[in-house]
């Protein structure tokens, strides 16, 4: 009897159980546990794109199947960081390499993914035969901007209606540390064709692709200082403002978002306020490069949790700020990372002295870190009245 009444009562609990549960999966539209959703599906709620650049060597190393596997399963969009600039692609006058980028397109294509080019008029990572050409005089400024005209038609092109956005010019603008700091046109593309390239590079590249979006991106835009000579934010958006007035198919401004945890940086508000004077503009708008870096001290290398765990949350406050104010512009199509992953970003390479790290949503053995989780929550935290869908940017004729 007594037997029985626990196979009851156990019964009964079984089945409240169920019900409970299958209450709680309700409760989230029918979804399983939120916090297992990638962040593709999160945003897909607000059609955004969410992206990554893409380390092709990583994609390619059969020894490391994750990467691929997180690229295709997390993101929406993604962005060669290397195998479409200059260099890779015509490492030899004349003699294009296409594959490695061809490979990244039709991953994407494979993955249901959007894919943004980058990059078209840089001045890193030009070919030697290039520079070396300028330097020494057997190209001339005319050769040059002609050079110019048949890279800028021949890629797009060659990508033709496989792109979404292109970062046609990417960092022109100097920076108020530069000389003199009065924010100016700097580099190679500017000293040897003048500013006009950069109308001329829009125009070509619409030309060749009618349909792909024309982005101008560049770093330290994510808001404006005071709008005297030396905010860049400020130069950036008359730049811009003055290229549409004269009718240059400029589509898109990708904001990069490369932030390190050591300054202030910026609050969601004033991010956001950046976004939308470049939207007013009625350009899209898009965090192109996003990380939050931190300096390796002695501690965080010993691993000191008192001194990684502030670091950790503030580079997640830095990645939740760029997204939050995103997310408040329906115009912000896409948030791209650059990198996910602390193995394969760019950061340690690049920051030596004092080395700094620890920049990416992932830890070095794919774990997802705190930024991870923020992205998640922000993503899934985000709706109406404030948030609402994106809404698309078609090319400007
Ligand atoms: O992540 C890229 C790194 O692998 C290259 O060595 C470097 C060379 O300049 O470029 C990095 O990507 C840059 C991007 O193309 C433009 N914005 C800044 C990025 C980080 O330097």
């Known amino acids: 009897m007594r037997l029985r009444r626990l196979v009851l009562i156990s019964a009964v609990a079984v089945a409240l159980g169920a019900t409970l549960n299958a209450g709680a999966v309700a409760a989230n539209g029918g979804q399983s546990d939120p916090s297992a959703q990638s962040l593709r599906t999160l945003a897909a709620r607000h059609n955004l794109a969410i992206g990554t650049a893409v380390n092709m060597d990583a994609l390619d190393d059969a020894n490391d199947p994750k990467y691929r596997q997180l690229v295709a399963s997390q993101f929406s969009t993604v962005t060669a960081e290397n195998v479409m600039k200059w260099e890779v692609l015509e490492p030899t006058q004349g003699t294009y390499n296409w594959g490695p980028a061809d490979e990244l397109v039709a991953f994407a294509q494979k993955n249901h993914q959007k894919v943004r080019g980058h990059v078209l008029v840089w001045h890193n990572q030009l070919p030697a035969w290039l520079t070396d050409g300028v330097a020494n005089g057997t190209i001339s400024n005319t050769q040059l901007r002609d050079l110019l005209k048949k890279h800028i038609t021949d890629v797009v092109k060659h990508f033709k209606g496989k792109i979404w956005q292109w970062d046609v010019v990417n960092e022109a603008a100097s920076d108020p540390w530069d000389s003199p700091p009065a924010i100016h046109l700097k580099g190679f593309w500017a000293e040897h064709l003048g500013a006009g390239y950069i109308a001329d590079a829009f125009r070509w590249a619409r030309a060749a692709d009618p349909n792909a979006l024309l982005f101008y991106n560049d770093y330290n835009l994510e808001a404006f200082s005071d709008k005297g000579p030396s905010d860049k934010t400020f130069f ?20 990069q978002g490369h932030l390190g945890t050591q300054y202030g940086n910026y609050d969601t508000f004033q991010v956001k306020d950046a ?42 406050y830095n990645y939740s700020v760029l997204l939050q104010a995103c997310l408040l512009n329906p115009h912000c199509i896409s948030y791209t990372v650059w990198g996910f992953d602390d193995k394969h970003s760019w950061v340690p390479t690049w920051f030596t002295n004092p080395p700094e790290g620890l920049a990416t949503l992932y830890d070095e053995s794919y774990q997802p870190k705190k930024a991870y989780r923020m992205v998640q929550s922000d993503l899934l935290f985000a709706g109406p009245p404030f948030v609402l869908p994106r809404i698309p940017q078609t090319p400007r004729r």
């Not at 811009?240 to 401004?253: C, E, F, S, T």
């Open 236 to 255: 950036v958006y008359n730049m811009i403002k003055q290229l549409r007035a004269q009718g240059v198919p400029v589509d898109g401004l990708g904001s």
């Open 275 to 316: 976004l939308d004077a470049f939207s007013d503009l009625k350009l899209a708008v898009a965090l192109t490069e996003v990380d939050a870096r931190s300096q390796m001290t002695a501690g965080v290398l010993a691993n000191d949790s008192n001194e990684i765990n502030p670091r950790l949350q503030a580079s997640a």
